[in-house]
């Protein structure tokens, strides 16, 4: 994964550097980058793509425009897919996690913190096949692998959708640019811009989609978070009760003093920022780690990572702030001494071959016990 400089034009940005972009486009608008991976035709067959949307582990949808828009989700079987009528679209999400190439094409993007990375999705379209005009609440990147695609786009104010439909179309569509990209071209869209994407002949898509939380999810999760770190030890007492006209009535001193127990509940920076830590790390619903059938002792496990180094797994989540670590939902503490280094496996997502100290053995030889690390 490249370490990205400050001042380095980019070919994957047009020339731009990252400030640049990060400036003049993130989240204000689109970016067409005409060769932005040279030489790129995607990262893998059509075939291989369509055998991973039959699986059970991996997360697909198939889009159909044939007789009236349908959506199926996955898996499917391949003479299912066989039988479908043209022109349809079939969609692969978390690609990255399913394909190291995938990853590693992905934190091409690390000018953008991965806490705001989401995954890779790769689609497969017939000729004319798509998801229709519409438009998404994310940032995207969309790189064009295989074959051609004709993307519209336009910032619309009107994002009425046709009612009654499986997926969200457009009622009223109006692009204001008109680009067919080939393989290695790269469109940035920020949020909100509506786009539609045709086939023009069979071709394949990987779109870098980003997370942004939604207020509502946040103060759910936040208060989900919260419940299990409340510790408001004493209970309710009235020595003072008096005789009440109604005994049916919830008095004004009892709604005051709950008031006041409730008012109790805090937190501060240092809460928020560990639930951040486990609410981005947090493994997605169907994310399973594979332990190693036969773990290495910590001793040999140590000297394969001096030997060999290190790697994140591709479903690892792994983040920082200031000296505070966090690993697929858990927080962890870090030995003074190693924070440098695992800072180091959280940015590059590995390490190079090098002897451990005894503290950054045991706690990387957990890791790997779980499945959140391996050996190369
Ligand atoms: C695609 O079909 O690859 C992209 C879907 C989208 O427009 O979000
Ligand atoms: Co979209």
């Excluded at 479908?84 to 993007?109: H, I, S, Y």
């Excluded at 939380?213 to 020595?239: G, K, M, S």
């Excluded at 990572?305 to 503490?333: C, P």
Aim: overall charge neutral.
């Amino acid at each position: 994964m490249p370490t990205i400089m400050k001042k380095q034009p980019l070919t994957l940005l047009g020339g731009l550097t990252a400030e640049q972009f990060l400036a003049e486009y993130w989240q204000k608008k689109p970016l067409l980058v005409r060769g932005a991976l040279p030489g790129f035709t995607g990262l893998l067959a059509r075939d291989e793509m369509l055998d991973l949307a039959c699986r059970e582990d991996v997360e697909s949808r198939f889009v159909s425009q044939a007789g009236g828009w349908t959506i199926a989700h996955g898996p499917f079987s391949r003479a299912a897919l066989r039988r479908k009528a043209k022109p349809w679209t079939a969609l692969v999400q978390g690609l990255n996690m399913l394909l190291p190439q995938a990853d590693e094409m992905m934190r091409r993007f690390s000018f953008i913190p991965y806490a705001r990375l989401d995954d890779l999705m790769v689609s497969y379209a017939t000729d004319g096949g798509g998801v229709g005009p519409h438009f998404d609440s994310y940032d995207v990147f969309l790189l064009q692998g295989m074959g051609k695609r004709r993307w519209r786009i336009g910032n619309q104010m009107d994002q009425t959708l046709i009612e009654g439909l499986p997926i969200r179309i457009l009622k009223d569509f109006r692009p204001v640019h008109d680009w067919v990209l080939e393989p290695g071209d790269l469109l940035y869209l920020p949020p909100e811009w509506a786009h539609d994407g045709i086939a023009v002949g069979e071709c394949m898509t990987y779109s870098v989609g980003f997370r942004a939380a939604p207020t509502q999810d946040l103060a759910e999760q936040f208060l989900t978070f919260l419940q299990d770190r409340v510790n408001l030890p004493d209970r309710y007492r009235d020595p003072d009760l008096e005789l009440q006209k109604h005994p049916a009535s919830i008095g004004a001193p009892m709604i005051d003093q709950v008031a006041d127990m409730l008012n109790r509940v805090r937190w501060n920076r240092d809460t928020v920022r560990d639930f951040l830590g486990s609410y981005l790390t947090e493994p997605k619903s169907h994310v399973f780690f594979d332990p190693p059938a036969k773990p290495l002792g910590e001793g040999r496990f140590a000297a394969a990572a001096a030997r060999r180094g290190i790697r994140l797994d591709a479903r690892s989540q792994l983040l920082f702030a200031d000296d505070s670590f966090y690993i697929n939902g858990e927080s962890v503490v870090v030995a003074r001494r190693d924070r440098a280094l695992i800072r180091q496996l959280a940015d590059q997502r590995a390490l190079p071959a090098q002897k451990l100290g005894d503290v950054a053995v045991a706690l990387l030889h957990d890791w790997y016990r779980c499945g959140f690390i391996h050996l190369p």
